[in-house]
């Protein structure tokens, strides 16, 4: 059984108040916390105080990044090590987001160099993948996404342990524009996804993996998402800085 992972990105917003205001106003139930995973992604700075806050209020919330450097120290101006998040407390980090992919570079190469750096320190990579618009629409979402895949995450297979990593499938159309891809779109792209990781990983490493959908998930489409097969948790950008509708998705009804 694949353990839900129900993970919010606060890309690059909150501040300090919000992170008080936030983990004082989430609450969900005590079923929810013992079968699901709960998780949000901070900005850097605010990650120390998001495990100290939270570990007297709300132990159950685990805390990440949402991107990292593969080096472990040095002369690299601007750049935040495994070994720095985990000191702050970091229990998953983000890698390969989209916006990242977009907007600074990223390539699948630095997103599996990332990856390998994150195992080796032990901070739970959540590897991001997904299709842009125009991609879909000329028909090319399966190789897009399918070399994404390859060549973030399969690329170490035989070099590193990949069993418990976690996947997240964001359609880039879908992020941030209020249109969420349907379910059977979704569930469609993650399990050929799935079949990708259980033909290089072998099925027991392959089914273990959790693969999220990312993509204005929101606490009205949370339950259908969640009831695809191969949907094992959301990836939350905008619903995710307000702690009742995070709430509501953590606690989407089976
Ligand atoms: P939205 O939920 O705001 O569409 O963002 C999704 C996302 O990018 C999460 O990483």
Not at 46 to 72: D, H, M, T
Request: with cysteine; net charge negative.
């Amino acid at each position: 059984m694949r353990k839900p992972f129900m993970a919010g990105n606060w890309k690059m917003n909150g501040s300090i108040s919000h992170v008080k205001e936030f983990i004082d106003g989430f609450s969900v139930s005590e079923e929810v916390v013992k079968t699901r995973e709960i998780v949000i992604c901070a900005p850097f700075t605010l990650l120390s105080l998001c495990s100290e806050y939270g570990a007297g209020r709300k132990p159950y919330i685990r805390f990440g990044a949402q991107n990292v450097y593969f080096e472990p120290k040095g002369a690299f101006t601007g750049e935040i090590s495994v070994a720095m998040l985990k000191e702050a407390g970091c229990y998953c980090c983000i890698i390969g987001h989209s916006e990242r992919r977009q907007y600074f570079g990223e390539t699948d190469a630095t997103v599996n160099k990332k990856m390998n750096a994150l195992l080796d320190g032990g901070v739970l990579p959540v590897v991001c993948v997904g299709e842009t618009l125009e991609e879909r629409e000329s028909g090319r979402t399966e190789a897009v996404v399918s070399g994404q895949v390859k060549g973030s995450v399969i690329a170490s297979a035989g070099t590193k342990d990949l069993a418990g990593i976690v996947v997240a499938y964001e359609p880039v159309w879908a992020i941030g524009t209020g249109k969420t891809a349907t379910s059977a779109q979704a569930e469609e792209v993650c399990s050929m996804i799935r079949g990708l990781l259980n033909e290089a990983l072998g099925e027991t490493v392959g089914n273990g993996i959790r693969i999220l959908y990312g993509g204005s998930m929101n606490p009205a489409n949370v339950d259908e998402l969640m009831a695809q097969p191969n949907i094992d948790g959301g990836l939350v950008g905008g619903a995710s800085m307000k702690p009742a509708d995070f709430a509501r998705i953590a606690s989407y009804v089976e």
